[in-house]
């Protein structure tokens, strides 16, 4: 994981984890994966629910008590 695609929103819950993803998500290359880490299994569910609405294509990952989001690249 490069740390310059990754998110850390462990201290964070929704909405705030919303708008960080979405401005994260915008200045991110879109050609590259990106990492999401999550601690809140209610922000992991509000995400990844939003992600499937958006058909965006992601992984999900436990590790440490926290969960790692991995978003593919997008193809737009």
């Not at 695609?5 to 201290?11: E, G, I, Q, S």
């Not at 979405?22 to 879109?30: A, I, Q, V």
């Not at 990106?34 to 965006?56: A, G, P």
Request: net charge positive; charged share 30%; aromatic share 8%.
């Amino acid at each position: 994981m490069k740390k310059t695609l990754t998110l850390d929103l462990t201290n964070d819950k929704c909405p705030i984890a919303f708008i960080k993803t979405r401005e994260f998500l915008s200045r991110s290359p879109k050609n590259k994966d990106k990492y999401l880490i999550v601690s809140s299994k209610n922000t992991l569910n509000d995400l990844t629910s939003t992600f499937k609405e958006h058909q965006v294509n992601f992984s999900v990952i436990q590790r440490s008590g926290n969960f790692i989001i991995k978003i593919k690249k997008l193809n737009v």
